[in-house]
């Protein structure tokens, strides 16, 4: 089983700030990473496919990058409405299909 | 545009039985690979299981192995997951979710809670 671990836990950051999540896998998953991120009461969405694949109607502020084990998602200037948690998930080897712990992203 | 409603959820006794169901509508359903994926109270997302278009192919997490099965009736554009000998660790928000091209998850239904308790 591929496990995803993801850093860090907690991000607090302001509206207009950066935010650099990362997630490491335990063996390489080459491109096949996806990001999702979810608000609280609500199911996940996807944000990233192909580790750099934007959704359909993901806004250009989201990207993903890496391959291999290391992976970032990078979200340029922070939106109210982008405080969430974020999780990336593995679709290399499976089953199973696995899925980070998460990375909240709080406002500080 | 791509609808998932999931349905079936309730409170059930340790090893009781419960069958979830998935309405999809706005996409060719047999198409489509479906996945179901849990997520505990306050914990992350575990996937569940998946099952092919046509519905002959089948995995499933080991937590869920020999207790769950999933099926679909493409005829009715519905995703079914039927959970036998349920536990308390079953206790969880379930979410059927659309396989894209790639296997990720590009569409989710809202969920659809269960409670296993006494």
């Known amino acids: 089983e591929i496990v995803l671990t993801q850093s860090p836990a907690t991000l607090s950051l302001s509206p207009g700030e950066r935010a650099t999540l990362s997630c490491r896998a335990s063996?390489?998953?080459?491109?096949?990473l996806a990001w999702y991120q979810q608000k609280p009461g609500q199911a996940p969405r996807l944000l990233i496919y192909d580790a750099s694949n934007r959704a359909t109607g993901i806004p250009a502020r989201f990207s993903g990058s890496g391959s291999g084990t290391d992976f970032t998602l990078t979200i340029s200037s922070l939106e109210p409405e982008d405080f969430a948690v974020y999780y990336c998930?593995?679709?290399?080897?499976?089953?199973?299909?696995?899925f980070g712990g998460g990375t909240k992203v709080e406002i500080k | 545009e791509v609808q998932l409603v999931e349905s079936g959820g309730d409170l059930v006794q340790p090893g009781g039985s419960l069958r979830l169901s998935c309405a999809a509508s706005?996409?060719?359903?047999?198409?489509?690979?479906m996945s179901w994926v849990r997520q505990a109270p306050g914990k992350g997302l575990e996937w569940v299981s998946r099952?092919?278009?046509?519905?002959?192919?089948?995995n499933y997490a080991d937590s869920v192995k020999g207790r769950f099965t999933i099926s679909r009736d493409n005829s009715k554009n519905t995703l079914y997951l039927q959970m036998n000998s349920l536990r308390a660790e079953d206790t969880a928000v379930y979410y059927c979710a659309k396989v894209g091209s790639s296997w990720h998850f590009d569409y989710w239904g809202q969920g659809t809670l269960v409670t296993v308790s006494s």
């Open positions: 063996q390489s998953v080459s491109t096949s």
């Open positions: 706005g996409l060719t359903f047999s198409t489509y690979a």
């Open positions: 099952i092919s278009g046509a519905g002959g192919s089948t």
């Open positions: 998930q593995q679709f290399r080897n499976w089953p199973p299909l696995t």
